[in-house]
């Protein structure tokens, strides 16, 4: 997706992550923080969750206050420079699911389809 999409990816990750979180069992989530996005997250996350018998928790973080959030924007940036760094996390990644283009894979229910 191109840079001015960034709402509508961040939406798009989140709805889908909620639908695998939940089928994963997951019982918490916890997000970066990005202040100006926080309400649309939790709008996003209740949309998605709100069939659901036992939604997990989420909550959103500054990068500091949990360690967690390093790992996942430490994987994302190998990844991204893709080359020598790609290969080093692609062992650590269970799925890629790429959004700009599968745009049906981000949809909630699809279950990504592995590297």
Known sequence: ???S??????Q????????????LGVTRL???SCAHQDVRDRQTLAAA??????PFTYEHLRPAEDPV?????????????G????????????AVV??????ESAKPGNRPSGR
Do not use: N
């Open 83 to 94: 080359g020598d760094w790609r290969q080093r996390v692609q062992p650590m990644l269970d």
């Open 98 to 103: 790429r959004l700009d283009q599968c745009p």
């Open 30 to 32: 916890a997000i970066e």
């Open 69 to 81: 959030l390093w790992a996942s924007d430490a994987l994302a940036w190998c990844f991204g420079a």
């Open 49 to 54: 969750l709100e069939k659901v018998d036992e």
């Open 12 to 23: 798009l990750c989140l709805s889908a992550a909620a639908t695998w979180l939940q089928e």
């Open 5 to 10: 999409d960034d709402v509508r990816a961040r």
């Open 1 to 3: 997706m191109r840079d």
